[in-house]
């Protein structure tokens, strides 16, 4: 399978808690986005990379959210000290910079409890 | 601050009938996407809208992009159950993507 794929697809932790989520985007995609979806909402947009550079992060990105992406492949998203309010589907998504066409993976569905 | 509008939010259609949803956005942009969401899934891609007038159709869906009017829309033929399931469009803003509310859309037999 070489679409995005994300670990692990669920996370249920208590509040206080540190998590740490995996997306590995499809091979030859340079972009690698995260985003934030709530029931009954569209995905919010939290950060993206080009290789391994951040280029943009979203306000709604608090100091307790860091995203990485070490070698210009996979990435990681960490939320510190997780409240209840950071319960929500995760999502990574990646492109090619030509024409963003962005390919979603699984996500990961965080519970704080 | 980019903002996307999707209307309806909520669409129940008969099997056979047609229809359009509207995606509307406040900013200059001339790339436009369209995903399909399935309930506990994750999103997949419908079309790529790169330029002012593109239109695209796969199968019982068309959609469209006026840039000048800041619109897109995405119409429906002759629906099928299959098509239920949530459509989003979404907005590149210097690629910050900005995603609409979604449509969410029932059909019925």
């Known amino acids: 399978d070489t679409g995005v794929s994300q670990d692990p697809r669920h996370k249920i932790t208590k509040r206080g808690q540190n998590v740490t989520f995996r997306c590995d985007p499809i091979s030859e995609h340079n972009r690698l986005y995260w985003y934030r979806q709530t029931l009954g909402q569209g995905p919010e947009f939290l950060t993206y990379f080009q290789n391994e550079a951040q280029l943009e992060k979203s306000r709604l990105l608090s100091d307790r959210f860091s995203a990485e992406r070490p070698k210009g492949s996979f990435s990681t998203l960490e939320i510190q000290r997780t409240e209840q309010g950071d319960s929500a589907m995760y999502l990574c998504a990646s492109s090619l910079a030509t024409n963003n066409e962005q390919f979603f993976g699984p996500g990961t569905r965080l519970t704080v409890l | 601050e980019l903002k996307v509008e999707q209307n309806p939010l909520f669409l129940s259609m008969q099997e056979g009938k047609n229809y359009t949803i509207y995606c509307n956005y406040s900013t200059t942009s001339d790339r436009l996407y369209w995903y399909r969401q399935d309930p506990g899934k994750s999103l997949e891609s419908l079309f790529v809208l790169l330029s002012n007038g593109a239109v695209k159709q796969e199968g019982r869906l068309m959609a469209s992009l006026d840039t000048k009017a800041r619109l897109s829309t995405l119409h429906i033929t002759a629906a099928v159950h299959d098509l239920s399931a949530t459509y989003f469009c979404?907005?590149?803003?210097?690629?910050?993507?900005?995603f609409g509310a979604g449509t969410r859309l029932t059909v019925k037999p």
């Open positions: 979404a907005v590149d803003n210097n690629n910050d993507m900005r």
